[in-house]
């Protein structure tokens, strides 16, 4: 297989897709100074991308969002981002607000890839910075931590936040047989591929995270060959009270990131 073949599709059969997306639609508009983006991903089906620009000469984050929200969500919160000097491109999955089609396993990884191409594209086209960041929430880590892996030539640098991007962990959550070997193959590859991942990369995780525990975000960590990595733990932060609970921490971790990277 080659570095972008690996065949997520069988996660897709053992209906993995029934407990994995929740999505919502959202036709609404981009509020002022934001702007909408659809993506062609295959199949006739494009996905919508919401950028919340606000500084050509500063860098910008590809954000890959949780399972549960949509790029709409992030209107509220864009402005963060631009406080720590970061313009915000957030993607969504199919099925998932003003996107095509539905969700499932091997979209959420094949689909980041045009997403990625049209990010670039983009900036390029409108005179924006060429340092550039990919990063991953929740069930965003694992199309973030794909395009690290796979497609780094024009990243600066990986961000997971609250996420550990395994494949394990999502066999074992499908309840798959871990004796079967075709998916123990990828299972494998994928994980010689992330540990791989070359990049600097920061991760930001809640101490008491209850979705994904703490322990499992530490062991994808400490499985990264990198030594350019940061581990930020958020006292008191559990999945999806991250970025308010510790709101200083994580931001000042992002923007130290971002301006050192």
Request: proline share 5%; aromatic share 10%; charged share 20%.
């Amino acid at each position: 297989m080659g570095e972008t073949e690996l065949d997520y599709a069988l996660f897709d059969q053992r209906r993995l897709t029934m407990g994995l997306f929740y999505p919502r639609r959202d036709m609404s508009g981009p509020p002022q100074g934001a702007a909408d983006h659809r993506v062609d991903v295959g199949d006739g089906v494009q996905v919508a991308c919401r950028f919340y620009a606000f500084d050509r000469s500063r860098p910008a984050l590809l954000f890959f969002h949780g399972n549960g929200e949509i790029a709409s969500d992030y209107d509220m919160i864009a402005p963060a981002y631009h406080e720590i000097g970061a313009n915000l491109f957030v993607a969504d999955y199919r099925g998932y607000g003003a996107s095509d089609g539905a969700p499932s396993f091997a979209s959420l990884i094949w689909d980041a890839h045009p997403v990625l191409s049209r990010f670039h594209a983009l900036l390029d086209e409108e005179g924006f910075s060429t340092r550039r960041f990919v990063m991953g929430r929740s069930l965003g880590g694992l199309p973030a931590a794909e395009l690290a892996a796979t497609a780094c030539q024009r990243l600066a640098g990986l961000i997971i936040e609250s996420s550990a991007p395994s494949l394990t962990r999502i066999r074992r959550r499908a309840g798959i047989d871990e004796s079967d070997s075709e998916i123990t193959r990828v299972v494998e590859a994928h994980a010689a591929r992330l540990a791989a991942i070359r990049l600097p990369v920061l991760h930001i995780h809640g101490e008491w995270d209850e979705i994904v525990p703490l322990q499992q975000g530490i062991a994808f960590h400490e499985g990264l060959t990198t030594n350019a990595k940061q581990l930020v733990i958020i006292p008191g932060a559990g999945h999806n009270d991250i970025s308010w609970v510790g709101r200083e921490l994580y931001f000042e971790a992002l923007a130290g990131f971002i301006a050192r990277t």
